[in-house]
């Protein structure tokens, strides 16, 4: 390699390190990090980052956006518009969502199915919709502090269910062809649920800790 073409890398690599925190070029070794106290949240003793997972190793802009949909223990993202044709129907294999193929960002991770729970606890988070933002607002009865998940949906081949439902991953397998989740609605939300791994759901990171 010479002298210009290793210029053109490095000039490649920060420009691709300012203008996204996920899309890298070849050449290009480092990652954006994500902050637990400016991108996180403390509710029932789980740092919760703030807004949604968006492209593989980034979060949404905001905790409304819905970022993008996952299947399960897999790192592909999939649009939260639009149809997709040859939807894949095939459920990816692994007790647990391997390491390797984790899509939040360097030190943070999937929940487990346990802090999904932890998050649904009724007797240590209170629950709320809100119907002007559309999504489920949960509230640390100790501290105070709360995180929002929007209601993004699902996919499979289309979106469905945007504004009224929200289903999110976690890391925890029920059985060789489902992975557990939470699901929220206008009522309330419902952790320890498991569903087919093929479904496109989204992902609320957690501090890898």
């Known amino acids: 390699m010479n002298e210009n073409t290793?210029?053109?890398?490095?000039?490649?690599?920060?420009?691709?390190?300012?203008?996204?925190?996920?899309?890298?070029?070849?050449?290009?070794?480092?990652?954006?990090?994500f902050d637990y106290d400016l991108d996180g949240v403390t509710v029932n003793g789980i740092i919760w980052a703030k807004s949604?997972?968006?492209v593989t190793g980034a979060f949404s802009s905001s905790p409304e956006a819905p970022g993008m949909f996952y299947q399960w223990n897999r790192r592909v993202a999939w649009s939260n518009v639009g149809?997709?044709?040859?939807?894949?129907?095939?459920?990816?294999?692994?007790?647990?969502w391997a390491p390797r193929n984790n899509p939040c960002p360097r030190r943070w991770r999937v929940p487990t199915n346990a802090e999904m729970v932890s998050?649904?606890?009724?007797?240590?988070?209170?629950?709320?919709?809100?119907?002007?933002?559309?999504?489920?607002?949960?509230?640390?009865?100790?501290t105070g502090t709360s995180v929002f998940l929007p209601a993004s949906g699902l996919r499979q081949s289309s979106v469905t269910n945007v504004g009224s439902l929200g289903f999110?991953?976690?890391?925890?397998?029920?059985?060789?062809?489902n992975g557990y989740f939470?699901?929220?609605?206008?009522?309330?939300?419902?952790?320890?649920?498991?569903?087919?791994?093929?479904?496109?759901?989204?992902?609320r990171c957690v501090a890898d800790r």
């Open 83 to 96: 149809e997709i044709i040859n939807w894949n129907m095939t459920d990816e294999p692994g007790d647990v």
């Open 119 to 142: 998050l649904g606890d009724l007797n240590k988070v209170s629950y709320q919709w809100d119907d002007v933002r559309k999504g489920g607002l949960f509230t640390d009865k100790i």
């Open 52 to 54: 949604n997972l968006d």
């Open 182 to 203: 939470m699901s929220i609605t206008d009522e309330k939300s419902f952790p320890d649920y498991f569903g087919g791994r093929s479904y496109g759901f989204s992902i």
């Open 6 to 33: 290793l210029i053109m890398i490095l000039m490649k690599c920060f420009v691709t390190l300012l203008a996204t925190a996920s899309v890298f070029l070849p050449g290009c070794s480092k990652e954006k990090s």
């Open 168 to 177: 999110y991953w976690s890391s925890s397998a029920m059985d060789e062809g």
